[in-house]
């Protein structure tokens, strides 16, 4: 017999309903959605799936275990991660140990993470396992909605963030001043994926763009900030952000107090921009200034994972691009489409990669 409410049948979920019906919602209440500044992530992959950044003792060095179900961040504030379970699964230890694996990676980082069944919920602060913060029935739901947006909603997971004061002269770090200027620098493309052929795989991978310079500082409230500029991608995306009013130069937050030099807790940096670029936007390029043939909405998430080494911050980074595009004729989608591969309306494009970045 069913013991959910609301028409739910637990007896007959599986790990996809609970994930769809029941998180999915959950977490949109809570304030996140895909794409957003409040955003969340599904099937994360990990550059190195060890307990660090690169593998000490090759073949000793326990393997992560598992993968989070969704990462909910409030970008280069913090986050926390969702282990979803089917109805008939305990949240013994086992899940418990399972989830924290994911939560306490280096690449991840996550302040909290939350198990669910669907039946029952448990929520703990990562490296604290032996007892939840939270727990409770999926009837109490609304019982604990207000401590769970105190605990995980993004106006908490910022407030927790904010430094309360901000010494002028405060270092970076060890061996740091209060700003310290980029002079160099190189970012390598290693791995892509796409389904659209306005970005495609051989022109992104095996990329590699060097580092013009900027700085790093702390940022009026305390937040760690990156200032990065770069050599454009390709020339096509040179010109796309030209029309946007983008040139190559990206600001990066963090939410440490100090930048790591450890490769077992790096800090974690990130970046969400927006951009529009109307149909027929002149663009100006090596044959004069002509028109964009289509127009397109995108939403960028970078992320720059990694520690200080000598006079190097290096890592590794990840890149997930939402691109929607408008006003694309059949004559030139079909001229992309016999290059590259087929253009959708809306497409995904995603990348893993390294960097290091000379400090002065």
């Known amino acids: ?39 969340i992530r599904t099937e994360v992959s ?12 090759p073949g000793k060095d326990a393997v992560l275990r598992g993968r989070a179900d969704y990462i909910c961040e409030v970008i280069s504030y913090g986050r926390w991660v969702v282990e979803v379970k089917a109805p008939n699964e305990p949240l013994d230890r086992e899940t418990v140990e399972q989830a924290h694996s994911y939560a306490a990676h280096p690449e991840i980082s996550a302040d909290y993470f939350l198990l669910a069944n669907g039946r029952k919920f448990a929520l ?29 909603g993004p106006d908490a997971i910022r407030k927790r963030a904010a430094v309360l004061s901000v010494d002028s002269g405060k270092p970076l770090g060890k061996g740091l001043g209060s700003s ?57 995306m040179g010109l796309i952000g030209d029309a946007a009013g983008a040139k190559d130069e ?17 800090s974690i940096f990130q ?17 004069g200034r002509h028109p964009m043939p289509f127009g397109f909405h995108l939403n960028a998430f970078t992320e720059a994972v990694g520690f200080v080494q000598g006079d190097y911050f290096r890592g590794t980074m990840r890149l997930e ?25 809306r497409s995904q494009f995603s990348g893993l990669g390294r960097y290091e970045i000379r400090l002065a």
């Open 250 to 266: 990206y600001d990066f937050f963090c939410a440490d107090e100090y930048l790591s030099i450890d490769p077992e807790r790096p």
């Open 1 to 39: 017999m069913s013991d959910a409410p609301l028409g739910l049948d637990f007896d007959t979920m599986n790990e996809a309903d609970v994930r769809e019906i029941i998180v999915r919602p959950l977490l949109h209440r809570l304030g996140y959605r895909h794409g957003t500044e409040a955003n």
């Open 180 to 236: 310290v200027t980029i002079i160099g620098g190189e970012v390598v493309f290693e791995e892509h994926a796409t389904n659209t052929g306005l970005v495609p795989k051989h022109m992104i991978e095996g990329l590699r763009l060097p580092v013009i310079g900027a700085f790093l500082k702390r940022a009026d409230d305390g937040r760690l900030h990156a200032f990065v500029k770069t050599a454009s991608a390709s020339p096509m």
């Open 46 to 57: 990990l550059r190195y799936e060890y307990a660090f950044l690169g593998r000490k003792k």
């Open 271 to 287: 970046n969400f921009y927006k951009m529009y670029v109307a149909p027929g936007t002149t663009v100006s390029g090596p044959m």
């Open 321 to 345: 691009y939402d691109l929607t595009v408008e006003g694309l004729n059949g004559q030139i989608r079909a001229m992309i489409e016999q290059m590259n591969g087929p253009v959708p309306s």
């Open 124 to 152: 703990y602060r990562t490296g604290r396992l032996d007892q939840p913060i939270l727990v409770w029935a999926f009837a109490d739901l609304e019982r604990n909605m207000l401590s769970l947006h105190n605990v995980v």
